[in-house]
């Protein structure tokens, strides 16, 4: 059995940082690409950022030099830093993990929320 377990989320004011932590455990024998998504309320899931087996990151445009995602292969967990906040990044966040066979597997999602 895989689990994808996010945390980090909470409340912040714009401006202010947080750091995203998505955990992969199970019966899995590698994982290729990670990724953070997200969802707001009425919209449909985007993609925030992610990152390959070797370390090349891919970010949507409105994150770009903002966040910053990264991962520990040893430990099958990505991070997502995510500095200058704003209200529109107010979502929920969801980690994605897709393994070397091509099974894809999402987290539970974690509220992040940018008062202004």
């Known amino acids: 059995q895989v689990q994808v377990v996010e945390s980090g989320g909470g409340l912040v004011q714009a401006g202010g940082s947080l750091l995203l932590s998505c955990a992969v455990s199970?019966?899995?024998?590698?994982?290729?690409?990670m990724g953070w998504y997200r969802q707001a309320p009425g919209e449909q899931r985007e993609l925030v950022a992610d990152?390959?087996?070797?370390?090349?990151?891919r970010y949507a445009d409105a994150v770009k030099g903002r966040f910053t995602i990264s991962r520990d292969n040893g430990k099958n967990t990505v991070y997502l830093q995510m500095n200058s906040l704003n209200p529109e990044d107010t979502a929920i966040y969801y980690c994605?993990?897709?393994?070397?066979?091509?099974?894809?597997?999402w987290g539970q999602g974690t509220q992040v929320t940018v008062s202004s």
């Open positions: 990152i390959s087996s070797s370390g090349r990151p």
């Open positions: 994605k993990a897709v393994t070397a066979r091509g099974y894809l597997y």
């Open positions: 199970g019966s899995i024998f590698s994982i290729n690409a």
